[in-house]
């Protein structure tokens, strides 16, 4: 279903970035490789950008719309803020539940 803009919400972003942290978790490599020691932080870094971009397509995009030149310079401040703040919030509940998930597959994680 068209969202007025010609284009459709899938959030295309965020779902590839949730795809490729679900292969980072569930591909098997041998253990001894770097990339394997390297999987847990690599999928936690995936999670908090995920949660970044969510928050720009949920409450940014719109507002960002051809560079945000037909959005009123009030409404995109507020948006901005939205977004920043989204962002932050977004990225630490995404972190917090790929480290979940990471620990739940057996992966061990410094902290």
């Known amino acids: ?3 007025g803009h010609g284009g ?3 959030m295309g972003g965020p779902i590839l970035l949730a795809i490729g942290f679900l ?3 569930f591909l098997p490599l041998a253990s001894d490789s770097a990339f394997a020691r390297a999987r ?15 928050a720009y397509h ?16 009030d409404a995109y401040r507020r ?9 932050v919030g977004y990225s630490a509940a995404a972190v917090y539940v790929a480290h979940r998930a990471l620990e739940a597959r057996g992966f061990e994680l410094p902290f």
């Open 58 to 73: 949920l409450h940014m995009r719109r507002a960002d719309a051809y560079g945000g030149g037909y959005t009123d310079p």
């Open 40 to 54: 847990p932080m690599l999928g936690l870094v995936v999670a908090g950008v995920f949660g970044c971009r969510l």
């Open 23 to 25: 292969i980072l978790l």
């Open 8 to 10: 459709y919400p899938w």
């Open 1 to 3: 279903m068209p969202n």
């Open 79 to 87: 948006a901005r803020r939205r977004y920043a703040l989204a962002c």
